[in-house]
């Protein structure tokens, strides 16, 4: 009777698996285990029934959630991707083809390393051993060996490899080792690659040639390899994440910088540099920038290297009195210098320090001469770091291999614990066996071990083979102590064999223990497992219940059934909790939980409830809005797509401060009037729901009550100019300008303009634009653009300064030179940025000589005050005229000292000065950030050596720096100063008096302080309604925000090739971002020319390519960089230039206008508007349009009209005659094209009152050539 009951409680549990199994779930992975070894971690599980493959999921010890690791056919899974000293955490998921098991229980463990190790370089090839083991003179060679490349090496080719230690130092001394001590780092070919050192896998880590003779350092943290790199023609640091992603600029100064090394603790940088005379250290705050000069000595400084608690540093250093290196160190502070070595006849290279801190090892070398041959051998050989006792060989004098490079990799402690030799068993039953042993010690026998594994098999153990384990989780006693332990979730009448090993906390294993046999008792099969106890039932989110229990204290109990309302849902592994997805809200469910051992039998524990309630939290709101209004903020989104919303939540932060300023029902607008007026906060808004369920918050704006800087801007543009237009439409994109605040003016297109007409056409309407539309509170700033006028010829006023006195209620009022004082301002020297008590507006102007200059300016401002810290370097140059102050009078004087005192302020800048009378010298400034200077009038002279840095800033003190602009043939200062890249420019429309020119310490003493642009200048310019301007961005403010780092590579688009002129091509692109750049072509592999970086950052780019062979197809790539470094290269395209009939041009322009290419020469001129073929070729224009050239006539004068290119310039000719005797006269200085059309007034044509129909009047013929230029 009692088999019968035992059977059918077998079939009974039986049939509720397949039950469950059939309609829920398979069951999960039992007796899983985890194994720690060498940054390695093992995972072993039993096969699950119907399994078709297991999930595995993994979490580190900081990460919040487990992430799926690897999906697996097998029962097994070796993790190699953790790094050493780090517990990870695993479970498994077993799959059939319909179902999933629930996660099986949850195992730890922790990678450890092998030890200290120490690499060094022989030829090709990385070899590794244990020195601090060794303790005799072994061969090195002899120890394993890694190869990094393919070369072939044998103990024969040796001494191919006896070369001099001049030519040893073109290889990189740098290997590195990941702390996970997986990946290899070292330099081949000047590039850096690494190399898995369980599977041989190499990657690239740089894209771009590095200086590696200079050496290499990865981070404590293994994220980052800090290099030497060519840049401006001088060794500087870089540095990328060590997968190759995100290379940086750390430091460009100028000065060749080499040898860098991370510090323990990862926050700087130690290297080598000249910036005086020799080479000394210095550190580098990787966060600050910052730079720390350590040694300042007459030897020359290499390869320095921390000691492991970054109190020392340790190099090598020419030795004066003979020539020779020996090892010194210092503190980390430059303090207690000492000569480690001082052997005279011996080079010591390549310091490293020992894990603990005590000994040092180097290379050492050895002349021997044989059969006449005079040959140089090298040895690892180390000292204490002290100093003292004598150098000891790792290496005998029969290695004759060539070391490149020394360093250690490892810990201190490398002693596992000894093995237990007294493990026994005392009682064992059916599931359970208990163990006792005496507890090893840590370093052999003394100390405490850190942790025990139980291996337990059913095969005899055999060592260095893998058997599932158990990791003890109690810690260990001291050594010698009693221990015992209760093996469990053994099988029932089964013979295993038990051995222990015991691990200390630097992971160091110790040997097996000895090994005994064991036989469990047979199983009671009859036994239920005691029930689970304290059921509780949760409701949570989306009907979810939450059902969780105390495990039975049965040891057999395999698993659960979980029931609901008395019907089966699932069938667990050996876990405590279990998530129920119920059908509808607010209803009662009862659940109840099974334990069953692996006989089968049942029990079952009482009872829960718990009524479903909606949890189920709403969508955030969408398409959140912020409006800036005069006093308040008004916000407006999206309504969340669910029915049940009952309303919005609107939140209000500053700084830690979070308010809840109310809840708008469901209106989806919301306006704050509780703010203080030009502070900004941080909004966002939640959705509620009937059952008060609160959604996650919207997306975060700012918003301030009074207006940016951008909606109190007013941008001035000319109707009738189409480049006036697209500057203004570009610049509204850039900062976000409001339409409302872009304002079409009814003037000439003119550069003077009269009083008459200035006051109609801009100064009237802008007036009643602001006043009529109540505007005066909240317009700070006016934007003009290309196409406004720039001076009033009355009295030769800026129109932009006039504009700054809008609200002056004299608006004719024009100064005189005698009462120039009456025009200073009320904001000259002000403390606080602008606000409407002034009485004024603040003004700047968007031009210069070119459409894309006048782009090139607003993007440079836009990246400089995003990314201001990729400008950290550059000049301020000063060009005074070395005046006393009772030399001339206050003017004078007074501009010296405006001049001088910018070198106060002018921020993260070496300053360099020209103290004579006389100009700098031609090409003496060097990437220059800033310029003042005076005098040479209307004589510009070429003394910068690169082009500005964007968020440079210039001026130049003379009478006339910007009475043209648009004419770069003319060699005034203000145009030459945008064409070299300037951000901002100021300077005069006509004389102004030196009292009138900003005082340059004033400006950037504002600038530092947080003001934008225009606050600066015109805080540092004492007059008004004047004759000065300042071309440039007004909203540029470098330094009001917190700057972000530029990682993402700029993206390139557009990329066109075009003839140029003759033997020309045209290279044009755009960028989403600023960028230097570089066009490589070439015919072949062999034949490959690039037209170097051009230094001048700009987002819409061309390069023309002189010297094109016709008929050849070329190949061409484009290489932008932006300041912070990051690279992009485009896609390969190609061109031809053909030009069959050598008429000087291209093929494809002839037949686009005449059909076949012999039917019209060069110098014809089919459209008879007195340009020739191959000029029209050159400028782009159309050859059979006589339109393209316009002439216009009056009672005073003749206008000629033309169109332009940017990539030409152009010169203007007039004769009385045409013909073959005719005298072409040049009428004015060379005109740079715009892309747009230029207009030249022959005023020689002045007829009086005669109209020029009149045929008395002389005839006079026109001609227009061009030339083409590239930047």
């Known amino acids: 009777m009692c088999l019968i009951m035992n059977l059918f409680k077998i079939l009974l549990c039986f049939y509720i698996f397949l039950q469950i199994a059939d309609t829920y779930a398979i069951q999960p992975p039992f007796k899983v285990s985890a194994s720690a070894g060498n940054a390695v ?3 072993n599980w039993s096969s699950v029934p119907g399994a078709m493959e297991y999930e595995v999921y993994k979490k580190a010890g900081s990460d919040t959630s487990f ?14 991707n953790v790094l050493t000293d780090t517990t990870y955490e695993y479970y498994i998921i077993a799959e059939d083809n319909d179902s999933q098991s629930v996660p099986s229980q949850i195992l730890s463990a922790t990678p450890h390393s092998e030890g200290t190790f120490a690499y060094y370089r022989l030829s090709d090839y990385i070899y590794y051993f244990n020195p601090w083991l060794m303790n005799d003179n072994s061969v090195i060679n002899t120890i394993a060996r890694a190869s990094i490349t393919e070369a072939a090496y044998t103990e024969d080719a040796g001494e191919s490899f006896s070369v001099s230690m001049q030519s040893a130092t073109v290889a990189s001394p740098s290997i590195c080792l990941s702390k996970n001590r997986k990946w290899l780092y070292y330099a081949s070919q000047n590039t850096v690659y690494k190399k898995n050192m369980h599977n041989g896998e190499v990657f690239q880590v740089t894209s771009s040639l590095i200086e590696s003779e200079y050496g290499f350092s990865l981070s404590p943290d293994s994220n980052r390899l800090v290099y030497v790199k060519q840049a401006s023609g001088k060794s500087s640091l870089y540095m990328i994440d060590s997968d190759g992603g995100n290379e940086t600029e750390l430091l460009r100064n100028g000065k060749n910088n080499r040898y860098p090394v991370f510090s323990p603790d990862g926050t700087h940088v130690l290297f080598v540099s000249r910036q005086v005379v020799r080479d000394d250290l210095y550190t580098i705050n ?50 207690n210098l000492t000569a480690i070595t001082s052997t005279g006849d011996h080079n010591e290279y390549f310091p490293a320090w020992s894990p603990d801190g005590t000994q040092l090892a180097f290379i050492y070398d050895v002349t021997v001469v044989i059969e006449s041959v005079t040959r140089k051998y090298f040895h690892i050989v180390y000292k204490n770091a002290d100093g003292t006792g004598d150098i000891t060989y790792h290496t005998d004098s029969s290695h004759k291999l060539l070391l490149l490079g020394l360093c250690w990799q490892g810990k201190t402690d490398v002693m596992p614990p000894s093995a237990i030799l007294d493990l026994s068993s005392g009682t064992v039953t059916s599931e359970s066996a208990e163990l006792s042993f005496s507890a090893p010690g840590d370093d052999g026998t003394s100390g405490q071990a850190d942790q025990y594994t139980f291996i337990y098999s059913e095969e005899p153990i055999i060592p260095d083979t893998e058997y599932p ?5 109690t810690v260990p006693l001291i050594s010698g102590s009693a221990e015992s332990r209760l093996l469990e979730h053994l099988k029932a009448n089964t013979q295993y064999y038990i051995a222990i090993q015991s691990s200390d906390d630097q992971g160091n294993v110790s040997d097996l223990s000895n090994i005994i046999t064991i036989l469990t008792q047979p199983s009671d099969d009859s036994a239920t497992p005691s029930p689970p106890t304290n059921i509780t039932v949760t409701p949570s989110d989306y009907l979810r219940m939450v059902i969780t229990w105390n495990h039975s204290p049965s040891s057999d109990t395999a698993g659960y059934i979980i029931s609901r309302n008395g019907n089966p849902l699932a069938n667990l592994a050996y876990t405590t909790e279990y998530i129920d997805e119920a059908n509808s809200k607010d209803t009662l469910y009862t659940y109840t939980v099974t334990a069953f051992d692996e006989n089968g039998n049942l029990s079952t524990s009482t009872a829960a409830s718990g009524t479903s309630k909606d949890a189920t939290i709403p969508p955030a709101p969408d398409w959140l809005r912020v409006y800036n209004e005069q006093d308040s903020v008004r916000l407006r989104w999206e309504p969340v797509a669910v029915p049940d919303i009952s309303g919005y939540k609107i939140y209000r932060q500053s700084g830690s401060t979070t308010t809840l300023l109310g809840n708008s029902g469901i209106s989806t607008q919301f306006t704050d009037s509780t703010g203080t007026v030009n502070q900004t906060y941080t909004y966002y808004i939640t959705a509620v729901d009937t059952a008060g369920n609160e959604s996650q918050p919207s997306k975060q704006l700012p918003g301030t009550a009074g207006w940016t800087d951008a909606e109190r801007t007013l941008v001035l543009m000319n109707m009738h100019n189409p480049v006036s237009l697209e500057i203004g439409e570009y610049y509204q994109n850039a900062r976000g300008i409001p339409e409302s605040n ?30 009529q539309n109540g505007l005066t509170e909240k317009i700070r700033f006016i934007a003009t653009t290309r196409g406004i006028p720039i001076k009033v010829t009355t009295a030769g006023l800026s129109t932009d300064a006039v504009l700054a006195d809008l609200f002056n209620s004299n608006q004719e009022y024009i100064p005189n030179v005698e009462d120039m004082s009456a025009s200073v301002h009320p904001y000259y020297l002000a403390q606080q940025r602008f606000t409407g008590d002034y009485n004024m507006i603040l003004t700047a102007r968007l031009d210069g000589p070119s459409i894309g200059m006048v782009k090139d300016l607003i993007d440079r401002s836009l990246y400089a005050e995003k990314y201001p810290q990729y400008f950290h370097y550059g000049s301020t140059c000063l060009d005074e005229r070395n005046i006393s102050p009772n030399a ?18 002018a921020k993260d800048t070496v300053i360099v000065k020209e103290k004579t009378s006389a100009l700098f010298a031609n090409n003496s400034c060097t990437d220059p950030k800033f310029y003042y200077g005076w005098y040479s009038y209307w004589n510009f002279k070429d003394i910068f050596a690169d082009a500005f840095l964007p968020g440079s800033i210039a001026g130049h003190l003379d009478s006339a720096s910007f009475q043209a602009l648009y004419n770069t043939g003319d060699n005034n200062w203000g145009i030459h100063l945008i064409t070299r890249g300037a951000t901002a420019v100021y300077g005069s429309v006509s004389e102004p008096y030196t009292l009138a020119f900003p005082a340059g310490g004033i400006l950037h003493d504002r600038l530092n302080k947080g003001f934008n642009l225009a606050e600066s200048y015109w805080c540092a310019s004492n007059t008004l309604r004047w004759r000065m301007i300042l071309l440039g961005d007004p909203l540029f403010n470098p330094y009001a925000n917190t700057p972000d780092n530029d ?47 051009t230094k001048w950052y700009s987002r819409h780019s061309r390069i023309i390519l002189s010297g094109i062979e016709p008929g050849i197809e070329y190949s061409f790539y484009v290489t932008a960089r932006d300041p912070a470094g990051n690279e992009t290269i485009s896609d390969t ?7 069959s009939d050598n008429d000087g041009i291209e093929d494809s322009w002839e037949t686009t206008y005449f059909s076949h290419i012999t039917e019209y020469a060069g110098f014809h001129d089919p459209d008879c508007d007195a340009v020739i073929n191959f000029d029209e070729f050159r400028q782009g224009t159309n050859p059979l349009s006589p339109e393209q050239v316009v002439f216009t006539h009056d009672s005073t004068a003749t206008k000629v009209s033309f169109s332009t290119s940017d990539a030409y310039k152009y010169r203007i000719y007039y004769s009385n005659t045409l013909g073959s005797a005719s005298t072409w006269t040049q009428a004015g200085p060379d005109r740079a094209g715009t892309g747009a059309t230029i207009t030249w007034t022959d005023d020689g044509r002045n007829t009086g009152s005669k109209p020029q129909s009149d045929p008395s009047l002389e005839m006079r013929f026109y001609k227009i050539t061009s030339e083409l230029i590239s930047r």
């Open 469 to 473: 384990s158990i990791i003890d989780g």
């Open 41 to 43: 971690i093992e995972l």
């Open 888 to 905: 001339y009078d206050g003017g004078y004087a007074q501009a010296e000292r405006f001049i001088k005192t910018t070198a106060v302020f």
């Open 1047 to 1093: 990682t993402t590579a700029p993206i390139i688009s557009n990329v066109s090739a075009s003839p140029a002129g003759y033997n020309a091509m045209s290279i044009t692109w755009d960028t989403d971002e600023i960028t230097d750049h570089s066009v490589t072509y070439f015919t072949s592999q062999n034949d490959v020319q690039d037209s170097g970086y």
């Open 286 to 335: 990787i966060t600050t920038k910052s730079v720390t000069q350590i040694t300042s000595s007459s030897q020359a400084e290499q390869y320095p290297c921390y000691s492991p608690d970054g109190t020392k540093i340790a190099f090598q250093a020419s030795n004066s009195q003979n020539g020779t290196y020996d090892i010194y160190t210092v503190s980390s502070s430059g303090t």
């Open 1133 to 1139: 395209g190609q061109f031809t230039y053909t030009d």
């Open 67 to 80: 992430t799926l690791e690897a999906t697996r056919a097998e029962t097994s899974y070796r993790d190699e």
């Open 742 to 771: 872009m304002i079409t003016l009814n003037t000439y297109d003119v550069y003077n303009i009269s009083a008459e007409s200035f006051i109609p056409q801009i100064y009237q309407p802008v007036y009643n634009y602001i006043t």
